[in-house]
């Protein structure tokens, strides 16, 4: 049975936190899916309403609300650096980004400033992004399978290229292993070939990361991988090159190892961190489909008192708050 919840005005923030909590509430019953706070986070940034927008609309609608979709973000820093480029484009009043949901919310002035101008923002920090209201859910959904896809196609790449220096760090470890005596010499070249990829192609997003980042004066997750591995891999490479020229050979003499060499290091940190994104990238599509079915649970019509006359409306028509509303929120099923 339907319950009937009235408010006015002064009240419009309890009208949300009502909703938003029968929400939460419901989330485990229904979908099973959300189990953690980071998840639920995302629940919240989405379902609440702004009550910034709505003084706005109450004022007679002066700034305009407009939320993006924003994807290739790789952690919390990049939410932050999109934010401070946002907040940076003049006549914007209000940036907020949610990493876990890929969506930001921009309140700005259409006076000062146009939407194509805060894609533009975005863009220049080194993401992509597109209005909200113009994302095709088909063509979005085509997009996060998209990019598990490929996160698992790097991963596997990835791992096909370290494995075999696996196998030459055994060897430092067990004089029984087939084929010792001769693999040992031909280890530097070889994990200096097998490293170059992972390190340059599947890491290039890494790179792109930590430049962004820079450009904004700070640093992020991908600045930390970045400069990590790429410490393991040229320090490797001075080593490989000063080898070579003071010995004339590219691989080991009398049977030995190049030594001091350590891109294996450089290959399976990149190969493990990718590996995490490709998880992180299945769990937030299944957490995104959790939260359109959530949506669906907000009211879809507002009842206006008055007097003793009532009128239901489409909640999209109610523009201001100042009448007495009666919000109708359906029962779980």
């Known amino acids: 049975m339907d319950k009937n919840i009235k408010l006015k005005k002064t009240r419009r923030e309890g009208v949300a936190g009502s909703r938003l909590s029968k929400i939460e509430s419901k989330i485990d019953q229904i979908l099973g899916l959300v189990s ?5 986070s995302a629940v919240v940034a989405i379902a609440q309403p702004s009550a910034q927008a709505i003084e706005m609309n109450a004022e007679g609608n002066k700034d305009k609300q407009i939320s993006l979709v924003v994807s290739g973000m790789h952690c919390a820093s990049c939410a932050k650096i999109i934010e401070k480029k946002l907040q940076k484009v003049p006549g914007v009043k209000e940036a907020n980004v949610n990493f876990a949901a890929e969506k930001a919310r921009v309140v700005f002035s259409e006076s000062q400033v146009k939407i194509g101008d805060l894609i533009k923002a975005v863009v220049s920090a080194g993401y992509k992004a597109s209005i909200a ?13 998209k990019e598990i896809k490929d996160y698992r196609n790097k991963f596997l790449i990835s791992l096909g290229l370290s494995l075999p220096m696996l196998y030459f760090m055994l060897l430092d470890f067990f004089n029984f292993l087939p084929l010792r005596g001769f693999i040992l010499p031909f280890v530097g070249v070889v994990s200096l070939l097998l490293t170059t990829p992972v390190q340059f192609i599947i890491g290039a997003g890494f790179y792109k990361g930590m430049w962004s980042s820079l450009k904004m004066k700070t640093f992020n997750m991908d600045s930390l991988i970045a400069i990590g591995t790429s410490t393991a891999f040229f320090y490797s490479l001075w080593q490989f090159l000063y080898y070579v020229i003071m010995n004339g050979s590219l691989i080991g ?6 030594p001091e060499l350590y891109f294996e290091t450089a290959a399976y940190l990149i190969t493990f961190v990718v590996l995490g994104k490709w998880l992180e990238t299945k ?8 939260i359109k079915k959530l ?5 879809k019509t507002a009842r206006i008192v008055k ?5 239901d409306i489409p909640i999209d028509e109610v523009k201001m708050l100042r009448k007495m509303l009666e919000i109708k929120l359906s029962e779980p099923q």
Do not use: F, V, W, Y
């Open 36 to 40: 953690s706070d980071h998840t639920k």
């Open 133 to 145: 209201s113009d994302a095709n859910p088909e063509e979005e959904r085509e997009r996060k399978e």
């Open 253 to 258: 003499l009398n049977g030995a190892k190049i």
């Open 283 to 290: 769990a937030k599509g299944r957490t995104s489909e959790a």
């Open 295 to 299: 949506m669906g649970l907000q009211p």
């Open 307 to 311: 007097g003793n006359e009532t009128l």
